[in-house]
């Protein structure tokens, strides 16, 4: 049985930084791509980042670059999702999914099929 296990959120300062770790077990990946994204209560999930298991290039929402980063580890099956100068608007629950969506659709939530729980990440003075 998949499945994914999110954690590391909280509560940071503006302009703080926070490391989410997304942990896969129970099936192989390698064709697979791994993403984040987050929600806003009454809002639609929005996405954040996406990279391939395999490899290859890792794709950012625009509202992100430069700002956050992913990282994999593949000996313990993890992705790590980096998230420096954080705004107060980026509050939200943050989730990461794995789905075999085609390029142009990697930011697509209705393309991923496992998900995590969600882990709270609260932007806040």
């Known amino acids: 049985q998949v499945q994914l296990t999110d954690a590391g959120g909280g509560l940071v300062q503006p302009g703080g930084s926070l490391r989410l770790s997304c942990t896969v077990s129970g099936g192989t990946f390698n064709s697979y791509a791994v993403a984040w ?52 608007e980026e509050t939200a629950v943050y989730y990461c999914a794995v789905g075999r969506p085609i390029i142009s659709a990697m930011a697509d939530w209705k393309m991923y099929y496992y998900w995590g729980q969600g882990t709270q990440v609260t932007v806040s003075s």
């Open 37 to 88: 994204f987050r929600q806003v209560p009454g809002e639609e999930r929005e996405f954040v980042a996406a990279t391939r298991w395999s490899g290859g290039n890792t794709y950012y929402a625009d509202s992100v670059k430069g700002r956050f980063s992913v990282s994999k580890d593949k000996a313990v099956s993890a992705v790590y999702l980096q998230m420096n100068s954080l705004k107060p």
